[in-house]
Structures are given as structure tokens and as C-alpha cells.
């Protein structure tokens, strides 16, 4: 027996809206299987999951922090996925963007400027694009692949960080825990409104969502980031360059992932300390797709994977399941909706039986 | 009773219907073929044919009817169903794996485990019996077209098939290898088996095949024996009205040099790509220059220096308009005044998924700046100006599309090509190159974009054509020369030029030269 995907001769358009809708569904139900052979109670379950942390302002807030970082980061990888650059390493991006930022708050404590946060951003999404830059390099002038190197280089991101605040940055009054000092006053960001903690980390994703909307609707360098993701062979006859687009992507989303970075460190964390995210590099890939690669659905799909995080924090106290939960609703749902992807571009196949044999046998 | 058997055609369609969405590609199709007949099925591009043909060989499944095998009906799932029925295929485009041998191939294509000695035994058995000489042990990146031809017919023999169905055999074939071709259908059918031969070369269909079926726009528009019929009765049922006749007069003398290739040489990018050598040509305004030759000789790697896809060393290679060229983008050679048609329609001339205006856009965002784009720096697309664009070069060219702005994909080959080469006519290049111009196209559609040529030629452009079909070549040239492994004879004027001349310079023998025969000979 064999199983065949066969490419549709039409597809729904129909269906190819509500892929993630039905993604959703599908993971929901999961979920619901889940719960049932832990034992729990399943509707209780699914709403302290997904309900209740949208119940309470402060828990808005919370939503609205976490999905800042997703949101940002996606949104540059869609820039990536689109144009066939696969870069995997947000997460290291991120990181580095998170250092290079903290350079000034952390080696130069105690100057005192209105330069300070305009300086700190700047200095994430250099960071950030410097960090995304050697895989382009390496892809633009060795072939290698980009899956590969970026993803490596999160390893290498992460321990360098390690070092960091444990080695050279680490808090001479901190009593030796392994933390950088707490950002002065000045290099905190500062909050959107003022009854609530959401910071402006999440007005950048905002912003940045609108612009790249804008550039991929209306802009010739959105279309030339179309067909040089869908042919590289007609993009090189429109006289765009695929290598170019390389480091335009790559350096557009590791800017971004590094504003990320240190938009998260200093406005909600306010100091570097090892472990900085809980992995929004990578549920970024997946919001990327649940938004379609479309930085408007992107938005949406921030919101709810940060959901997510917020859910699997609130299962963890009320119904008492470990936090892993939180992963696994994540990848259940970047499979549905990579599956319910696939089923709308092909139909499955099961031929049985063994092929007929040739004559000439 | 004797007369009753010969009459059970071998295969039968009643009604044969594939619908696509709201398309009916085959509607409603009855065919017969006879035993021991060669059975010609002819149509414009986008009339079904390649759809019925994908029916008969199980590759798509009917949306309704029935297919007939000796009169019984018969359900074909797969190409392997079809390939034990006794139904054996060649493909237009070859699916053929360069790196490996001949018998590696054709191994591949067979099931269960025949050892590979059998198979190139048998290959070459089969291969001398049917004048397809082939040599197993060969690697497919050495060997030309024709000879990859003979490997997939050879494939399709070691089946023992009753129907071989052939899709545009002779398209990338010379006369010569041609005629060896018809040769082993004449074989084949001697040995009372059938054959299916799709083209749309009437001169051909009326030479070899017994009897032909004709379709248009997914019907059977005739039945006949075309050897009663003329070529212009066939074209009528092809295209249901007179094709026009291509005028070439009032190509006046040439003027002003256009474009000058002075020793160019560019070494190959790929193990299996063309060096080109030493080339040398000179177009003038008001002149159609044909590059005929067999496909890959280095039409495609000419072409992509020509465009500015592919840059040379030496800038001075290359002059148009008397700038030195060689170092310059497509883009840049754009803005000069050239417009480009390259060979394959999908994912290079055209974004396949993208809609008609973006593809508009693709070729002309930087020539046509100021229409198309506002904004400045930001580079905003009109999208109204863009349509309106559109929309006129779908008239001119009499583009047939679903919907106003579908996806690039979704026409069929003639109307695409009529597209592609309509945006670059648009805006009334002063050079214009195109490889291939209508390869795979129908008649209708293939006797337009000559004209289409021949007009630009007329209004004062440098035209230069690659193209492997000599009709084409005979009908539109001014001059021609041939590509030969990287090299290019001299252009010699049309009206001098006979077929045979072209196909010995198409096998590189270039009179008066030496070194090409040298070479020929070094070779062997």
C-alpha cells in the first residue's frame, strides 16, 4: 500500500481562509482529548486555559506584553518566508538584540540622556541585523543552508548571553546572582497607558505590522519580495537580485527580532539575566503561519499564541498540570494549520496493492 | 464476421468529459483508433488535447464517460494501469535523469527488479530493430535531443505496448532525425500497432497519419483522413476560420546597427550547460535575424547573455544601440529600449501563481516607472494604471482569459505566450529578443505573434529570433543563422538558405569553415 499527495487542480478559496480557523478547532479538540486522559475536567480545563485570562484587565495586559515580541518577530520573518529566506534563528536575534541594546544601560550606568531609549532601540536592531547578517553571508556566498546556520547560531546566542550576566556584566552589587543590574529609570520603556503595564514594545509591533502590510500591498519591494520567494528564475528576469534579497530579509527580520529583544528587556524585564525568552524566536515561526505570512493576520495570531503562555501559567496553578502544556498546544497547532495547509493543496491518496508488473519483466 | 472483428477499434472514447472547475477541457470527446493505424490528434494549444491524452494514460480521472480497450470499457487509474492495458507514452517534455545512463533510466521507469544488464540487452535489441540506435551505457547529458527521444520511445517499447501515444514528437527534432522518426512509426504500424500522434505541424499529420481527429475548445471539431483534407481545411477545423497568412513584405532595407556581438564567449555555468564560443552577429533596424538549431546547442545560455540575466566579462562583447552592454543588468538594458521573451513561460517570463497585472509589472517596473509606479522612493504600484495596461494588451493581442485578472497559470499556453509577448510589443521595444516565440503554442495564436514580430521589424526594431522550428524560422526570417554546441554560423540571408543547409549546420558542419569539421571529426 501506498499513500500519494496529489496536487489539486483547484483549490478552495474558501477553505484557504478558514485553515486557521479550522487549525484552531482541531487543536481545541486535541486539547479536549488531552485533558480527558490526564483525568481533568475538559471544559474546566480549556477555560482557565483560554478563557479565564481574558477575564481580568490585568491579564489583558499580560496578553498584550507577550504577544509583542511574537508580533514583532513574526512579522520580519514574514518578510523572510515570503521571499524563500528560511530563518529559523529569531530566537538568537532576539537575544543578541537584547545585548547589544543593554550596552548602554549596563556599561554606561548612570548617564543620564533623552538619547538613552531612542539609542537602546536603535542598537537591538543593529545587533539584531549584525547577528542575522552571517547566515545571509554565509547563504548569499557558500550556498549553505540557512535552516542550519541560524538555527545553530541560537545555541551559540543563548550561552553567550550565559556568560555574560554570569562573567563580565554581572551585577557588582547583586550578591553574586547571575544578573546584569536593574535599567535606571531612564531606560526603562515606558507604558502605552498609564492604568496598565503593557509597554511600548507593543506599540512597535503595531507599527511595524501596519508598515510591512503596507510594503507588501502596495510597494514594488513587497512585489519584488513576492516573486523572488515564488520564482527565483522570473525574479532574476525582472532585474531583482536574489542575493540582495537575501540580506534584505535576513537583516529587515533580525532587526526586528533585536528590537524585540530589547523591548521585552527593558520594558518588562529591566535587566538581562540567562534565560531572557521562553522560546518567542521560535512560537514566532508559528505565528508567522497561523497569520498567513500576512502582518495583519499575524497581529491576530500574536494575541492568541500568546494566549498560550498566559494559559498554560493559569493551568499550571488552577487545575495543577506542568506548564509543558503550554509547548504542546503550541506545536499542535502549528501542525494543524501546516496540515490543514497541506490538505488544501493536495488531496491524500491511498493506492493498494502492488504496482502491475511491466511486460518487458 | 472476419469484417465485424477489424472493425472493434483498438481503444474508444464515448463521451469522454473532464471538467475543471467551471472549464470543460474535454467535452463530450468520441474517438476511435483503428488497429494498426497511426491516428493524429490535432488542436490548438488549450483544446483538450493534453487533457485527453493525460485521460487515456491514467494520469487524470475522466469527470464522465467511458474508454473502450477492444471494446470492452476499461477504468485507467494510474500510468502503470495504462502501462499494463498496452498503453505506452512519450512525453513531449522527457523525464530523463541527465547524471545517470540510458539503461539506468529506463530501468527506473520499469517495475520490479530487472537486473540492469537485461534491461540494456533488451534496450539495444529494441533499439536496433526499430532504427532508434542508442548506445546504453551513454550518460543522458551527453546525448542530444533526438537521441533522448529515441530513449523515451525506447521506454515506452520495452512494455510492449498495442497504443503508443506521442505528444509533439518532432518539436525538437531536425528534418533528418524526423524523418528517421517517421520511419519507426511506419514500423510500429507495420507490426500492427497503433499510434496516437499529437502535433500541430499539418504537413506532418498529412505525411504519416492514417486518419486524424481534430478538437477544438475541448470538442471534436472533425474527423478525416488528412490526406483528403488541405493544410488550410485542417487549420479551419483547428482554429474554425482561415489562419492568417504571415506577410512579410514591406520589409524595407535595413537601417541603423542595432545590436553587435563582437567574440563573445562565456564559459558554461553547469556541468550541463553550453559554452558559448566566438559568437558574431550584427542586426540592424527593420530586420528579423532567426537563430534556428536544435535545442540545447546554447539558445537559452545566448539568450541569457543577450538579456543581461547572465553578465560577460568583456563589456565591448555586447553593443546596442552602440553602448557597450556586457556588464549591464537586464534592467538597464530594458531602459535602453529592449524587450525579452524568454523560452519557458512558468516561473520565468511569468509568476505562474501571480495575476496577470503583477506579471505586467514584472518586466516593466523600471522602463515604465513613471506610469506604473508613484510615490518616489517608496515605489507605490498604480494598480489602475497597471490594469489598464493589461486590459489593452489582452485586446491588442486578443488574449482569451477567464475573469479580468487571473492568475498567469490558469491560461493556457498560446493565450500566456500571446500575453508575454504583448507586454514587451506594449511598449514598442527598439530591440527585441525572443527565444522560442511560440513553442507549444497553437496555430491561431503561433500565426499572431509572427505577424506580431514582423509588424515591430517593419516599425524600425531590431528583432532576433531563437527558434527551433524551422517553419517559423523560413516564415518571419530576414536572415538566419544556426547555433551549433556554443557556436554560430554566419547569418545568411532567408531567401538563400535552404532546409538541408540548415540541418547540416544544425550538425555542425560548416562549409568553408575548417574548424568545425575538425572538431566534428576530433570528436569522433
Not at chain 1, 505570512?293 to 494559559?311: C, D, E, R
Not at chain 2, 495575476?355 to 522602463?367: E, F, G, K, Q, Y
Amino acid at each position: 500500500m501506498r499513500i500519494e499527495l496529489k496536487k489539486r487542480e483547484n483549490m478552495s478559496s474558501l477553505f484557504s481562509i478558514l485553515s486557521p480557523f479550522i487549525a484552531l478547532g482541531l487543536t481545541l479538540i486535541a486539547g479536549v482529548i488531552l485533558f480527558v486522559s490526564l483525568g481533568k475536567d475538559p471544559v474546566a480545563a480549556l477555560y482557565s486555559f483560554f478563557i479565564e485570562p481574558l477575564t481580568e484587565v490585568w491579564s489583558l495586559h499580560e496578553l498584550a506584553i507577550k504577544a509583542a515580541p511574537l508580533i514583532l518577530i513574526a512579522v520580519g520573518l514574514s518578510v523572510c518566508y515570503r521571499s524563500n529566506n528560511w530563518n529559523i534563528g529569531a530566537e538568537g536575534q532576539f537575544i543578541i538584540g537584547a545585548m547589544a541594546g543593554s550596552i548602554l544601560p549596563v556599561v554606561f550606568h548612570g548617564w543620564e540622556s533623552p538619547l538613552m531609549l531612542p539609542l537602546m532601540m536603535i542598537f537591538g536592531m543593529i545587533g539584531g541585523a549584525l547577528y542575522a547578517a552571517i547566515p545571509a553571508f554565509l547563504k548569499a556566498r557558500l550556498n549553505t543552508n540557512e535552516i542550519l546556520t541560524s538555527l545553530m547560531l541560537v545555541y551559540i546566542a543563548q550561552l553567550l548571553l550565559d556568560w555574560t550576566v554570569r562573567g563580565p556584566w554581572r551585577n557588582p552589587e547583586g550578591f553574586n546572582f547571575p544578573e546584569t543590574r536593574n535599567f535606571a529609570d531612564n531606560a526603562v520603556l515606558p507604558r502605552i497607558i498609564e492604568t496598565g503595564k503593557t509597554h511600548w514594545g507593543f506599540g512597535f509591533a503595531l507599527i511595524a505590522a501596519i508598515v510591512l502590510w503596507f510594503v507588501m500591498r502596495r510597494m514594488l519591494k513587497g512585489f519584488e519580495i513576492s516573486v523572488l520567494g515564488q520564482s527565483a528564475r522570473a525574479g532574476r528576469f525582472a532585474g531583482f537580485s536574489d542575493k540582495k534579497m537575501v540580506y534584505f530579509a535576513f537583516l529587515v527580520s533580525g532587526a526586528l527580532a533585536g528590537l524585540a529583544g530589547i523591548s521585552e528587556v527593558s520594558g518588562a524585564i529591566g535587566q538581562l539575566r540567562p534565560v531572557i525568552s521562553p522560546g518567542y524566536g521560535f512560537t514566532a515561526i508559528i505565528v508567522a503561519f497561523l497569520g498567513r505570512l500576512n502582518p495583519l493576520g499575524i497581529v491576530a495570531a500574536g494575541l492568541i499564541l500568546a494566549l498560550t503562555y498566559l494559559g498554560g501559567e493559569a493551568a499550571q496553578i488552577s487545575i495543577g498540570i506542568t506548564d509543558k502544556v503550554t509547548r504542546l498546544f503550541q506545536g499542535l497547532l502549528l501542525f494543524f494549520v501546516l496540515g490543514c495547509d497541506t490538505l488544501i493543496h493536495y488531496r491524500i491518496r491511498v493506492i493498494f496493492g502492488a504496482a502491475h508488473k511491466g511486460s518487458a519483466a | 464476421m472476419q469484417n465485424q472483428k477489424t472493425e472493434t477499434p483498438l481503444l474508444e472514447t464515448r463521451g469522454l468529459t473532464k471538467i475543471f472547475g467551471s472549464l470543460r477541457a474535454c467535452d463530450d470527446i468520441d474517438l476511435a483508433i483503428a488497429p494498426g493505424e497511426i491516428h493524429a490528434l490535432l488542436g490548438e494549444n488549450g483544446a483538450g488535447k493534453s487533457t485527453l491524452v493525460k485521460m487515456l494514460f491514467g494520469v487524470l480521472d475522466p469527470s464522465g464517460g467511458e474508454i473502450l480497450w477492444k471494446g470492452k470499457p476499461v477504468s485507467i487509474g494510474s500510468p502503470g494501469e495504462a502501462r499494463a492495458t498496452g498503453v505506452g507514452m512519450v512525453f513531449q517534455h522527457f523525464s530523463l535523469f541527465e547524471a545517470l545512463t540510458v539503461a539506468e533510466n529506463i530501468a527506473l521507469a520499469l517495475d520490479g527488479n530487472v537486473p540492469i544488464d537485461r534491461i540494456s540487452e533488451e534496450a539495444r535489441r529494441l533499439s536496433l530493430e526499430y532504427g532508434l540506435p542508442l548506445d546504453p551505457s551513454a550518460h543522458v547529458a551527453d546525448l542530444s535531443v533526438g537521441e533522448r527521444q529515441r530513449i523515451e520511445i525506447v521506454r515506452a517499447l520495452l512494455q510492449n505496448p498495442e497504443l503508443i501515444i506521442l505528444d509533439e514528437p518532432t518539436s525538437v527534432l531536425t528534418p533528418q532525425e524526423a524523418d528517421k522518426l517517421f520511419e519507426t512509426l511506419a514500423k510500429l504500424r507495420a507490426e500492427g500497432r497503433s499510434v496516437l500522434y499529437i502535433s500541430h505541424r499539418l504537413e506532418e499529420v498529412q505525411r504519416i497519419c492514417d486518419r486524424a481527429t481534430v478538437l477544438r475548445h475541448g470538442k471534436v471539431t472533425g474527423a478525416c483522413d488528412p490526406r483528403q483534407e488541405t493544410p488550410s481545411s485542417l487549420a479551419r477545423m483547428m482554429v474554425g476560420g482561415e489562419v492568417a497568412e504571415i506577410s512579410g513584405a514591406g520589409l524595407g532595407e535595413p537601417g541603423e546597427l542595432l545590436i553587435e556581438i563582437n567574440k563573445l564567449s562565456a564559459p558554461s555555468r553547469s556541468p550541463f550547460a553550453v559554452a558559448l564560443k566566438d559568437i558574431e552577429l550584427s542586426v540592424r533596424a527593420g530586420e528579423v535575424v532567426a537563430i534556428a538549431g536544435v535545442a540545447g546547442n546554447g539558445q537559452s545560455e545566448l539568450f541569457d547573455v543577450l538579456s543581461g540575466e547572465d553578465q560577460v566579462a568583456d563589456a565591448e562583447a555586447i553593443r546596442i544601440r552602440g553602448k557597450a552592454v556586457g556588464r549591464m543588468g537586464i534592467t538597464d538594458r530594458r531602459l535602453l529600449g529592449c524587450g525579452f521573451v524568454p523560452e519557458e513561460r512558468h516561473g520565468h517570463a511569468a509568476v505562474t501563481e501571480m495575476p496577470l497585472t503583477a506579471n505586467l509589472v514584472l518586466s516593466r517596473h523600471s522602463s515604465d516607472r513613471s506610469a506604473f509606479l508613484s510615490g518616489g522612493p517608496l515605489g507605490l504600484i498604480n494598480t489602475d494604471a497597471v490594469a489598464k495596461a493589461s486590459r489593452r494588451i489582452c485586446e491588442v493581442m486578443d488574449v482569451r482569459k477567464s475573469g479580468d485578472d487571473p492568475a498567469a497559470g490558469s491560461l493556457s499556453g498560446g493565450n500566456l505566450q500571446k500575453f508575454i509577448v504583448g507586454r514587451e510589443l506594449d511598449r514598442q521595444p527598439v530591440v527585441m529578443v525572443v527565444n522560442q516565440p511560440t513553442w507549444g503554442v497553437d496555430a491561431g495564436a503561433a500565426s499572431r505573434i509572427r505577424q506580431a514580430l514582423i509588424d515591430l521589424a517593419k516599425s524600425g526594431s531590431a528583432v532576433v529570433v531563437i527558434s527551433q522550428d524551422l517553419d517559423e524560422v523560413f516564415e518571419i526570417a530576414s536572415r538566419i543563422a544556426v547555433i551549433n554546441e556554443g557556436h554560430l554560423s554566419a547569418a545568411e540571408p532567408a531567401s538563400t538558405m535552404t532546409r538541408e543547409r540548415i540541418g547540416l549546420l544544425m550538425g555542425g558542419f560548416h562549409d568553408g569553415s575548417g574548424h568545425a569539421e575538425a572538431e566534428a571529426a576530433h570528436a569522433h
